[in-house]
């Protein structure tokens, strides 16, 4: 049962990790147009974009001198055509940000440099069919160049990207929106922490159910022993027998999975809404009754000490990976047993997985933390906390 859950829970950030980065996917790297004739060089990250994928060009400059590219900001750069029947018309967009996170690009001498439209991308890129984006230039002497991307197509999202953003991504996007607008000073870190709690709160009676499903599988263990000791080498009665001893004291083995289960979209949608939510161009994903908040007003910064948009390397996981350790050492508390059961000691490989569950877990879910937005790791951090409280509760009650 503990090498089940120990593969559970691997799985569990293996698979969350992987998600990511496959939905932040990073554009690869082109080959320059061979011999390199073209002094400006337009190229699209893809030939095709999901609706809501953020769309990314990235321009080559082929020449000895550093080329700018004027920044349009508050409108979006470069300039974007549409096809509209046979012909391309031109689609502008204009964003509600401060224009000092957009300034002019400059492009090294034989260096390429990607231009995103994270702030235009819905309101020119929200409609699926076929663009093309032209880019224009300027040298150190004002010469203008000039180039054409290849054309390129935005598709309508998949089932499953539709499904994620309307069951998980657009509920918890509007939650965190409404509390950051009603938390003090409008700080994100505040609201996070107000979502962690709601969350937990509603996963209290499984969660809950799962601490003790998890303490009467710690209780049943020497007789479980007994079982594997008395029917060595018939694995068949083994099973029947431990599924025998499960039905009798009411335990589900899997109990304690779906807690954990539920959160892995939670954590996924969370990701997503700090990476880009605030972004001015997501405002069309909010229910109505919150169109009208400002996401430039939002404080991102955690009371003075912790960029949640960013990642935090050391001090945050550091912290995450001790909650996680100090609730899993209580998770493996040895409850006062019957005079039968205290010369019962525990199996070897018993022992292993609750050092692999108490030690090395933490260590990944610390560089876990360590790889995805601060806001992430603070929502982990409370939760844990959370966990760590119902464990101690749950911790006393078996004692008396």
């Known amino acids: 049962m503990k090498k089940q859950k120990i593969i559970t829970w691997v799985l569990f950030f293996l698979i969350m990790l992987l998600t990511m980065q496959l939905f932040s996917k990073k554009p690869a790297t082109q080959a320059p147009p061979p011999g390199g004739a073209s002094p400006l060089v337009a190229e699209m990250a893809e030939n095709d974009f999901a609706q809501g994928t953020e769309v990314i060009i990235k321009i080559k400059n082929n020449t000895a001198d550093p080329l700018t590219i004027k920044s349009n900001c508050p409108k979006n750069p470069l300039t974007v055509y549409l096809q509209t029947g046979e012909k391309f018309e031109e689609k502008s967009a204009s964003a509600k940000l401060n224009c000092e996170i957009a300034p002019d690009i400059t492009i090294q001498p034989n260096s390429e440099s990607p231009v995103s439209y994270k702030y235009w991308n ?11 984006i032209d880019v224009k230039a300027t040298d150190k002497d004002g010469k203008e160049l000039s180039a054409s991307s290849s054309e390129f197509t935005v598709s309508e999202a998949g089932f499953w990207r539709k499904l994620f953003r309307t069951a998980f991504y657009k509920p918890l996007y509007n939650t965190l929106v409404f509390l950051v607008k009603i938390a003090p000073m409008r700080d994100l870190g505040f609201a996070i922490i107000i979502l ?92 109505n009754p919150l169109k009208d908040v400002d996401l430039n007003d939002v404080h991102t910064n955690f009371l003075g000490i912790l960029e949640l948009t960013k990642v935090n390397k050391y001090v945050l996981p550091l912290i995450v990976g001790a909650l996680q350790f100090f609730q899993l050492k209580l998770t493996t508390f040895n409850k006062n047993k019957k005079d039968e059961d205290k010369q019962q000691e525990p199996s070897s490989e018993m022992e292993t997985a609750n050092k692999t569950m108490t030690y090395i877990m933490p260590v990944m879910i610390a560089i876990f933390t360590a790889s995805v937005p601060a806001g ?25």
């Not at 080498?233 to 499960?246: C, S």
Request: glycine content about 6%.
């Open 122 to 132: 819905y309101s020119l890129f929200g409609s699926a069919g076929r663009y093309k």
């Open 196 to 287: 962690t709690i709601l969350i937990r709160l509603v996963l209290l009676v499984p969660s809950q159910r799962a601490i003790i499903s998890q303490r009467r599988m710690q209780e049943l263990q020497p007789k479980l022993n007994r079982i594997k000791k008395e029917f060595a080498g018939n694995q068949e009665r083994i099973a029947a027998e431990t599924m025998k001893l499960w039905k009798e004291h009411k335990v589900n083995p899997f109990g304690s999975c779906l807690p954990m289960l539920v959160q892995f979209p939670v954590l996924i949608a969370l990701f997503y809404v700090i990476q880009n939510g605030l972004n001015p161009d997501s405002t069309y994903l909010l229910y």
């Open 376 to 400: 992430v790791g603070l929502y982990w951090g409370i939760s844990t906390l959370f966990a760590l409280g119902q464990q101690v509760i749950a911790n006393r009650k078996t004692m008396l």
